[in-house]
């Protein structure tokens, strides 16, 4: 056997790395980012905060006045705290790590975020993917037979969903809450939450096994690399003790703790993003095959029926006129023949729809 064999888990040899590509010279539509940046009077003073930061320190480990800011500008109920993450990803894996006990499965409704499966499968344990109805809502009765059987340690719900982009079925949730009881907790991830504008936040304490995960990415702020999640207090004390002390590093800190203090420009932001999705869902189902699926996030599944060319085609000649959007058709076979396009300013989403036209056209 080869070193490599010898060493590396064969569940992690069967995977491929997490892909991310050069979007140098496109308008870049693939990774749900927010395009506006901040005013530039709001850039200087952040910029003289940034210039103070002690980068000879590690930061304090208790980040106690960032979390006050986010408990207080993001409606976290009074009397629960947050526990903060290196982008949600970390959060994900803290909470794998934590609850991979020997035989324990997590479940998620597929298609849905990869990294669930994958940070499952990094802490060893098996993932129970259940897949969505054709319209992408909540197969409920499997969701409960699922958990029924399986029993997961944890159950992710994200609200909205990536990819398709829609809000599951609240009552729905709520029946799988109950359903997994005290054998499993049910994260529901709430990236997209600032164009959504429904939440499971203010639902903490009705249920024990809850535990509402975010990130400030989609707000406007994923180069920073923030996540946070909250839950009872209980839980939080465990998953406490998976964080490495240091993750989040004095730079995000200083700039999350700045900005929050300017939430309302973010929020502002967030409004246009949402008129601006009414307006793309409008333009794009105009277009002859094209079908356009309901979205609450800051983003669009479309699904390619054009006779002349296919999701495939319609990519490949979107990238020719260096237009980088996300070809999902290959993640899950309810997703064939679909693409997923970030929510943009007005003059990249008229980009988009110029090239979209004449791609369909080719």
Not at 214 to 241: H, N, P, Q, W
Not at 300 to 324: E, M
Not at 331 to 348: D, G, I, K, Q
């Amino acid at each position: 056997m080869s070193l490599i064999e010898n060493i590396i888990r064969p569940e992690v040899r069967a995977l491929s790395a997490y892909h991310v590509p050069d979007a140098g010279g496109f308008v870049k539509l693939d990774a749900m980012e927010n395009p506006y940046v901040l005013p530039e009077t709001l850039r200087e003073e952040l910029g003289r905060r940034l210039s103070d930061v002690a980068l000879n320190r590690y930061p304090v480990p208790s980040y106690s006045q960032l979390k006050v800011k986010i408990c207080t500008t993001q409606g976290v109920p009074a009397g629960f705290d947050v526990i903060l993450g290196n982008g949600s990803d970390e959060l994900i894996t803290i909470v794998s790590v934590a609850c991979a006990k020997p035989g324990a499965k997590v479940l998620a409704p597929t298609p849905g975020f990869v990294m669930y499966a994958m940070s499952a499968k990094f802490a060893g344990m098996e993932f129970v993917g259940v897949p969505l109805k054709p319209d992408f809502t909540l197969d409920k009765a499997a969701m409960l037979a699922a958990i029924k059987e399986h029993k997961p340690a944890i159950t992710y719900l994200a609200y909205p969903n990536n990819p398709t982009g829609n809000l599951f079925d609240a009552d729905d949730m709520v029946d799988i809450l109950r359903a997994a009881g005290d054998s499993g907790v049910v994260i529901v991830d709430e990236a997209y939450q600032p164009f959504a504008q429904a939440t499971f936040m203010p639902r903490l304490a009705e249920f024990p096994n809850l535990v509402v995960m975010r990130t400030v990415s989609k707000l406007g702020l994923a180069g920073i690399r923030l996540g946070y999640m909250s839950c009872s207090s209980a839980l939080l004390v465990e998953f406490d003790k998976v964080r490495p002390p240091y993750n989040v590093n004095v730079l995000t800190q200083a700039a999350a703790e700045f900005v929050l203090d300017h939430v309302d420009v973010l929020d502002a932001q967030a409004t246009s993003l949402r008129w601006e999705r009414t307006k793309l869902i409008a333009d794009l189902a105009a277009l002859p095959g094209v079908e356009v699926f309901p979205s609450a996030a800051n983003f669009l599944l479309i699904r390619v029926k054009n006779p002349k060319i296919s999701a495939d085609g319609v990519f490949s000649a979107l990238l020719d006129r260096k237009v980088l959007i996300k070809n999902v058709g290959k993640m899950h076979p309810l997703l064939e023949n679909c693409l997923r396009v970030t929510v943009s300013t007005p003059e990249e989403n008229r980009i988009f729809l110029d090239a979209m036209k004449a791609s369909l056209d080719s």
